[in-house]
């Protein structure tokens, strides 16, 4: 039984759906207002989850919208790889809040056969 993650410094690319109600533009990742989590799950239940810190990132909303961020783990040990991320991923998302200058969102997705759920909520500002 795998009992750990380690999250390997990465970066992370997701196409964003449905992004109707974000205003089309450009936005730059407040990473003092970003929570990246994976969970390892078992029959649709995660059993083990690890945080990872984004360093970078930004939001692309227009005809297809994209997340992309960079990832470091939060704490240095984990104990199980993270996939290559060069799995296209597709990720939920809602709008939380959303102004001229700042869109706030969470969204969750699934690696492709793969037990591996993401999770985020971040802040992105023009």
Same mark, same amino acid.
């Given at each position: 039984?795998l009992?750990t ?6 970066q992370l690319?997701?196409?964003l759906?449905p ?9 730059r990742l ?12 078992v029959?649709?239940?995660?059993? +083990?989850?690890? !945080? #990872?810190?984004? $360093?970078?990132?930004?939001?692309t909303?227009?005809? *297809? ?7 470091v783990?939060e704490?240095?040990h984990?104990g199980?790889r993270l996939p290559d991320?060069?799995?296209? +991923?597709?990720? !939920? #998302?809602?709008? $939380?809040?959303?102004?001229?200058e700042?869109?706030? *969102?969470?969204?969750s ?6 037990f591996l759920?993401?999770?985020l909520a971040?802040e992105?500002?023009?």
């Open positions: 039984m009992d993650i380690e999250i390997a410094a990465t690319v997701a196409t759906r992004a109707r109600d974000l205003p089309a533009g450009r936005y407040r990473t003092d207002k970003c929570v990246v989590e994976f969970a390892l799950c029959l649709r239940r995660p059993v +083990l989850r690890r !945080r #990872a810190q984004a $360093v970078g990132g930004t939001l909303v227009g005809e *297809l919208s994209t997340l992309e961020l960079d990832l783990p704490t240095p984990f199980m991320l060069d799995t296209p +991923l597709a990720m !939920r #998302a809602r709008s $939380v809040h959303t102004d001229e700042t869109v706030v *969102l969470t969204a997705g699934r690696l492709p056969r793969r759920r993401v999770e971040a992105f500002v023009l």
